[in-house]
């Protein structure tokens, strides 16, 4: 008989790369497959798979939007049958643990959560998800983690859960596929601009401000920025501030699979994440493999993680987030070199794609 697989994550599963690259696999297993996200005005259905949406659109936040959340995950997993309950994040743990006794629960441990930057000036809360997950951890029957760092951490403050297994964030083949987007020309961006380019949540510690720093120094450049996120305002009043407002630019969150149409026009791809926090030193974003499979220049962060990724790519560099000067070198070099996107997105299809991973996750579920 075919088993029933749920999802559950607090956002909008559309624009997860995470949750799509799971969903799709399972799809593609023959498997059956219900998704629950927090994204009330999103489609209901992918595929073939069900999308229970819950409503947090009046922007309660912190533990009373979590426990809304909470209650709305019980309220319809009370409803369905199913065979394994993936939270893909802590903030549905606890929810996904009532069901223990009659489901198979995996915990999609995407970032160190009991480290996050959003609560490194929040002990209260901190406090509490560190507790949390304390508790409802040793309630699970697989960990999923995206580098290894993450697992041998979580190991080292929880050592009686199973060992977790790794699942980077890597972007399938197909997204190759894209059809022209030509962002350049719905911007206003010449071909003559270099574009700089940012994707991911618009957040505090993911070097954005460092971007349009860039811009004094580098007068044919340009920032674009794709996501969204409560740090926009804060990027676009700096912006003001440095009176380059009409050289960055927010496209707004897109759907993933749409993502690399947008991401193949840029010049360079960053990923300046700041020391900020555990969970953003440990960081290994999707981000940065989805620059490797648009074939174009990176530049990410010298921590342990990315630097690994990057010495496996062609068109790279690592750097200190708190070094400007050598920011600006790196940005310089890497605008000077000739580089071969094909060949990039080569190397990307044969080490940096879900597909090579796909398996691991299929058998990590029971299928």
């Known amino acids: 008989m075919d088993k029933t697989i749920g999802i559950i994550f607090l956002g909008d599963f559309f624009t997860d790369g995470r949750c799509v690259n799971m969903a799709n696999s399972i799809l593609d297993s023959g498997a059956k497959l219900f998704i629950i996200d927090a994204n009330p005005t999103g489609k209901n259905k992918y595929r073939n798979a069900i999308i229970h949406h819950i409503d947090l659109q009046n922007r309660q936040k912190g533990v009373v939007r979590y426990w809304k959340f909470h209650k709305g995950i019980v309220k319809i997993l009370h409803t369905l049958k199913f065979d394994t309950l993936i939270s893909a994040d802590l903030f549905s743990l606890g929810a996904t643990s009532k069901f223990q006794q009659s489901a198979r629960i995996v915990y999609d441990s995407r970032e160190i959560y009991s480290e996050l930057a959003a609560l490194s000036n929040k002990p209260h809360y901190q406090f509490f998800w560190t507790n949390f997950e304390k508790y409802f951890i040793r309630k699970c029957n697989s960990i999923i983690v995206t580098a290894e760092s993450d697992g041998t951490y979580l190991k080292s403050i929880y050592p009686k859960i199973p060992e977790p297994i790794v699942i980077k964030n890597l972007?399938?083949?197909?997204?190759?596929?894209?059809?022209?987007?030509?962002?350049?020309?719905?911007?206003?961006?010449?071909?003559?601009?270099?574009?700089?380019?940012?994707?991911?949540?618009?957040?505090?510690?993911r070097g954005l401000k460092i971007m349009v720093d860039l811009l004094e120094h580098f007068p044919d450049g340009v920032c674009v920025f794709i996501g969204k996120g409560d740090f926009t305002e804060e990027v676009k009043n700096y912006a003001k501030q440095k009176k380059c407002e009409n050289r960055v630019f927010f496209v707004g969150a897109v759907p993933y699979l749409e993502l690399l149409s947008y991401t193949v026009e840029a010049d360079i791809g960053f990923s300046l994440i700041e020391p900020i926090s555990k969970s953003y030193i440990h960081a290994l974003p999707n981000k940065l493999y989805e620059y490797f499979l648009a074939g174009i220049p990176t530049i990410a962060s010298d921590f342990p993680e990315m630097t690994k990724a990057i010495e496996n790519y062609s068109s790279g560099a690592v750097v200190s987030p708190n070094d400007f000067p050598k920011i600006v070198e790196t940005v310089s070099n890497l605008l000077e070199q000739d580089y071969n996107r094909e060949n990039n997105q080569q190397i990307a299809l044969q080490n940096f794609v879900w597909e090579i991973q796909d398996q691991i996750l299929l058998e990590t579920l029971g299928l």
């Open 171 to 205: 972007p399938p083949s197909k997204m190759l596929k894209f059809s022209t987007i030509d962002l350049r020309r719905q911007l206003d961006i010449t071909d003559k601009q270099k574009m700089f380019l940012y994707q991911g949540v618009i957040q505090h510690g």
